[in-house]
């Protein structure tokens, strides 16, 4: 197996190879593919799904695990997910370990494709020992001006930690975007904005989170 075959076969499902791990993972795996939406164009592949719209709860927690429970069985691969438990799998840490995810100044992770708006749908975890690309640089070292830090109307998102009340009462307010929109400081990131999420997909994520 290869990275560019992993990478091929993810992006037939419309999803991204977000990093790559090859050390403290769990016994008999020696590589693991972290992944997420691949965008633009995973919400329109998701909301014409079965999952999307039968009605029925998590219908992106159920897509995720039927369409990469398909990808292990392609690639003679075993499925992870980051939903499920207990026990949870460590996916922070996992991304942290990938050198693509990094601790923003905010406290979110951030990554140097999807910014802000990093998420992951699952994880291939793979016998072999690959050879793993190296990892981009912190897009948040080349970052001068930092717009996450001044984002948030109520500063819920600091580096000391995050004021879920404070957030939550702000979505209430009638002058809140966030609600139609996705948060203000995931899409502040300049590396946010050119990712390709819609407006319509972090509503979604948003009404889940509320």
């Given at each position: 197996?290869?990275?560019?075959?992993?990478?091929?076969?993810?992006?037939?499902?419309?999803?991204?190879?977000?990093?790559?791990?090859?050390?403290?993972?769990?016994?008999?795996?020696?590589?693991?593919?972290?992944?997420?939406?691949?965008?633009?164009?995973?919400?329109?592949?998701?909301?014409?799904?079965?999952?999307?719209?039968?009605?029925?709860?998590?219908?992106?927690?159920?897509?995720?695990?039927?369409?990469?429970?398909?990808?292990?069985?392609?690639?003679?691969?075993?499925?992870?997910?980051?939903?499920?438990?207990?026990?949870?799998?460590?996916?922070?840490?996992?991304?942290?370990?990938?050198?693509?995810?990094?601790?923003?100044?905010?406290?979110?992770?951030?990554h140097d494709e999807a910014?802000?708006?990093?998420?992951?749908?699952?994880?291939?975890?793979?016998?072999?020992?690959?050879?793993?690309?190296?990892?981009?640089?912190?897009?948040?070292?080349?970052?001068?001006?930092?717009?996450?830090?001044?984002?948030?109307?109520?500063?819920?998102?600091?580096?000391?930690?995050?004021?879920?009340?404070?957030?939550?009462?702000?979505?209430?307010?009638?002058?809140?975007?966030?609600?139609?929109?996705?948060?203000?400081?995931?899409?502040a990131c300049p590396v946010?904005?050119?990712?390709?999420?819609?407006?319509?997909?972090?509503?979604?994520?948003?009404?889940?989170?509320?």
């Amino acid at each position: 197996m290869r990275y560019d075959q992993i990478e091929t076969a993810a992006h037939s499902a419309q999803l991204a190879v977000m990093g790559v791990v090859g050390h403290d993972l769990p016994e008999g795996i020696g590589t693991l593919a972290l992944l997420g939406p691949r965008e633009p164009g995973f919400w329109d592949v998701f909301t014409a799904s079965p999952e999307y719209n039968d009605g029925r709860p998590d219908p992106l927690d159920r897509w995720s695990k039927r369409v990469i429970d398909t990808l292990a069985t392609e690639l003679d691969a075993i499925a992870f997910f980051p939903f499920g438990g207990p026990p949870f799998q460590p996916f922070i840490s996992w991304a942290t370990a990938s050198g693509r995810a990094h601790v923003s100044p905010v406290g979110l992770l951030v990554h140097d494709e999807a910014g802000l708006m990093l998420s992951y749908r699952g994880a291939l975890g793979f016998v072999d020992v690959l050879d793993i690309p190296q990892a981009p640089p912190n897009p948040c070292l080349s970052c001068r001006t930092q717009p996450c830090m001044t984002a948030c109307p109520v500063d819920a998102l600091q580096p000391h930690g995050y004021d879920v009340a404070a957030c939550r009462a702000d979505l209430d307010r009638d002058a809140n975007t966030c609600m139609a929109r996705g948060c203000a400081v995931r899409r502040a990131c300049p590396v946010s904005q050119s990712h390709g999420r819609r407006d319509d997909q972090s509503a979604f994520h948003m009404r889940a989170f509320k």
